[in-house]
């Protein structure tokens, strides 16, 4: 209740009983008696007489009985409060009290409500307004919404934040509630990344262990074959891609021992042998070829043990290593 405005409007009011007495102006001032404009002496040199002087003193005492008034009034909407006495006391009449409180309630019910929500029967003008109010700007991709600098993005984090910036700018959304939801996924993001970083270190580690064990000393050469077969048939590109394949639980295709075994077998029966990737051909074949010698001994002098179904099982094997061997020299 204390608007300018309002309080100029009201300090050009008067009461109705201070009307000018002979030629002079009433001053109410500020809480003060009209009456003392309408007493003998009021205009310099001239006193009112006779039947002048009576409607003088009636408008006096009406002046001060609706000054009297408005003081009580005033009085009671402070409620006992000074500085708020103060303030009503700028106000000349109970209509311009009246009109400030209106103006009041109104402001005080606009601040408190903003910007009117927009909703399926919004007016283009009413969202047009709405979007300004809330900074949405025209262009989706001015969108101010943005990962923050330390947030390690992919390239399927910057087209999913493409796609959502249009997406709420189409929707009308406050820009702040967007970046809510932008920090959102950067905080979840980076911890399932972290964790599922922790299971892949975790997962190979064991892998590689458990390989380590079953293979011993065959280890460096059947993980070798695995590699060379796929590079061979993949390219260098395509063997990287293949290997780091992310599953599910956050480890690699190459962390699944399955998987490895699989390939060091396809490569070893292809190369004829794991000791081939290493580059040692020559020394391959002289060894087969004396493991052949060996087992063929057997027939002159254990026909018996030549002939089970293990050393026939081993000559089998070695006579398709040698064949491969010959094949790659």
């Known amino acids: 209740m204390t608007d300018e405005n309002t309080t100029a409007a009201a300090d050009d009011q008067q009461t109705s009983a201070t009307s000018p007495v002979q ?8 809480g003060g008696n009209a009456a003392t404009a309408a007493k003998p002496g009021a205009q310099a040199g001239k006193e009112p007489v006779g039947a002048a002087a009576a409607a003088s003193d ?6 001060a ?25 700028r106000y000349k009449s109970k209509e311009a009290i009246s009109k400030a409180v209106r103006e009041a309630a109104q402001v005080a019910k ?27 700007p025209d262009d989706p991709a001015a969108y101010p919404v943005s990962f923050r600098q330390d947030f390690e993005a992919s390239e399927f984090d910057t087209e999913a934040l493409s796609s959502f910036k249009e997406h709420m700018h189409g929707k009308h959304a406050d820009p702040k509630t967007a970046a809510a939801a932008i920090d959102w ?29 079953e293979w011993g000393g065959e280890y460096d050469g059947n993980v070798s074959a695995a590699a060379q077969i796929m590079t061979t048939h993949l390219g260098e ?47 391959t074949s002289k060894t087969v070829e004396e493991r052949i010698n060996e087992l063929m001994q057997l027939r002159a002098s254990d026909s018996k043990k ?19 061997l010959k094949a790659r020299k």
């Open 306 to 324: 030549y002939f089970s179904d293990e050393v026939q099982g081993k000559l089998t094997k070695l006579y398709a290593q040698r064949t491969k």
């Open 237 to 283: 590109e395509g063997f990287e891609n293949m290997m780091g394949l992310r599953l599910m639980d956050g480890s690699r295709l190459q962390d699944k021992p399955e998987f490895v075994k699989m390939m060091a077998q396809i490569g070893s029966d292809y190369y004829g042998g794991n000791a081939i990737i290493t580059g040692d051909v020559e020394t």
């Open 23 to 30: 030629g002079g102006s009433a001053d109410t001032g500020k």
């Open 65 to 89: 009985s609706d000054v009297g008034e408005l003081q009580t009034f005033r009085e009671m909407l402070a409620g006992g409060d000074e500085k708020f006495l103060k303030q009503l006391e």
């Open 110 to 136: 606009n601040a408190g409500k903003g910007v009117s929500p927009l909703t399926d029967k919004s007016t283009p003008e009413e969202i047009k307004a709405y979007r300004e109010a809330v900074g949405i």
């Open 185 to 213: 996924f950067q905080d979840f993001a980076v911890a399932q990344r972290q964790e599922l970083d922790g299971n892949m270190a975790k997962t190979a580690k064991a892998t590689q262990a458990a390989l380590r064990t």
């Open 58 to 63: 009636d408008a006096g005492a009406a002046g």
